[in-house]
């Protein structure tokens, strides 16, 4: 059984007085692969990578990037990219990506392997549905944000919905909708009502639900908030440490790990 987020925040796994969650993909790319490619396509030496990323830096949970996971299918596989493009229809790219047979067995393969060998709560990152919608609307070529608004949202988060039911034995204690467009122009807002499908779901198997911002982590349906721990503060030992009822944090690729392991020390 998955640890409830509530007692993450309330007891910290690694001990510290606050908890804290950390997305180190590039940093452990850079540090731990000397830039070679992260295994996305191995399942098993993709999480003997992440156990040496956890335990270098000991955070309160192992986050699982399935949005990364589907990134890297997408920029290999030249099958299912061009099968995002077979209608121009809004939201048929996104339905078609995650209804991939293929693609969502490897996320569940390994994020269940994930789960088995690493001795920290689970956490899965997403894309939100909108990002999500966005993203393979622009890949698909059927046109760009300009041309979404929030009543796409819902119809996104359905196909989101059903995608999840495949991850419903996993022993999970939040899933983070990343809501960070990397693009141009703006995404619509869009109210965490419109992602009823989702939150739906994740009430059902009793994940936490939460939206990762640039300016922190918000979960749904509670009061408690995560504090993004600026990239800065692992670029220098004179940063102090931020406060807040759990952090989050992304270290940079860049950073010296003398430096990283100096600040992490100061998240006490």
């Known amino acids: 059984m998955a640890m409830a987020l509530a007692s993450i925040v309330s007891a910290p796994p690694s001990g510290r007085g606050t908890a804290v969650i950390i997305d180190h993909e590039k940093y452990a790319q850079a540090v731990i692969l ?6 996305w396509g191995d399942p098993v030496a993709y999480s003997q990578f992440l156990g040496q990323a956890q335990g270098l830096l000991k955070p309160d949970a192992t986050l699982l990037n399935l949005g990364a ?4 299918a997408l920029a ?5 990219k061009s099968s995002l493009s077979a209608r121009s229809r809004t939201g048929y790219a996104l339905k078609t990506l995650l209804a991939d047979e293929n693609t969502a067995g490897a996320a569940l393969e390994l994020a269940s392997i994930v789960a088995q060998t690493s001795a920290a709560p689970l956490v899965l990152q997403i894309p939100s549905p909108m990002l999500w919608l966005a993203l393979t609307h ?6 760009t944000v300009a041309d979404l608004d929030v009543d796409r949202a819902e119809n996104a988060a359905i196909y989101v919905a059903d995608w999840l039911r495949r ?12 809501e960070r467009w990397p693009g141009t122009g703006d995404l619509p807002l869009v109210d965490a009502a419109a992602y009823a499908p989702v ?3 994740t009430g059902n198997y009793r994940w936490a639900l939460a939206r990762r911002t640039r300016d922190g982590v918000e979960i749904l349906g509670s009061a408690v908030t995560g504090t993004v721990v600026p990239q800065d503060y692992w670029l220098s030992d004179a940063t102090s440490a931020p406060s807040g009822d759990f952090l989050f944090a992304e270290i940079p690729a860049d950073a010296v790990p003398e ?3 100096s600040q992490l020390a100061k998240l006490t």
């Not at 622009?138 to 046109?143: E, I, M």
Request: net charge negative; glycine share 8%.
């Open 34 to 39: 000397r830039g070679q490619p992260i295994p």
């Open 167 to 178: 991850l419903s034995l996993l022993p999970v204690s939040m899933l983070l909708l990343d």
């Open 259 to 261: 430096t990283v392991l």
């Open 69 to 72: 996971l589907y990134d890297h």
């Open 138 to 143: 622009q890949l698909s070529g059927a046109g």
């Open 199 to 201: 939150s739906n779901v």
């Open 76 to 80: 290999t596989n030249d099958a299912l």
